[in-house]
């Protein structure tokens, strides 16, 4: 059974930074593309970021691009996002999810996320 539990969310001021985390388990995460969908109150659900299997191809929306960065450790099944600059409008519950088809594909298994908070 596929788990995904996302941590490192919390309260922070705008122009600061937070970690998330993803550890994933019951599947070989250096198989599948890995990445981060967000939700935020009346918004849709949005996909910000994606890393592929290897590490090498990144994919970000335009809203984060420049300020967030994916990452993964495949030997310790755990993707990270490096939020910096953060607005308000990053406000959101962040989830991360397995992309068995690659980046460009639809997203399957996703965690119960976690919440993120900009505000001063």
């Known amino acids: 059974q596929v788990q995904l539990v996302e941590s490192g969310g919390g309260l922070v001021q705008p122009g600061g930074s937070l970690r998330l985390s993803c550890s994933v388990s019951?599947?070989?995460?250096?198989?599948?593309?890995i990445g981060w969908l967000r939700q935020a109150p009346v918004k849709e659900r949005e996909e910000i970021a994606c890393?592929?299997?290897?590490?090498?191809?990144?994919h970000y929306a335009d809203s984060v691009k420049g300020r967030f960065t994916v990452s993964r450790d495949n030997k310790e099944n755990t993707m990270y996002l490096q939020m910096n600059s953060l607005k308000p409008e990053d406000t959101a519950v962040y989830y991360c999810?397995?992309?068995?088809?690659?980046?460009?594909?639809?997203?399957?298994?996703r965690g119960r996320g976690t919440q993120v908070t900009v505000s001063s």
């Open positions: 019951g599947i070989p995460v250096d198989f599948h593309a």
């Open positions: 890393i592929s299997t290897s590490g090498r191809t990144l």
């Open positions: 999810a397995t992309y068995p088809r690659g980046c460009k594909g639809r997203h399957s298994d």
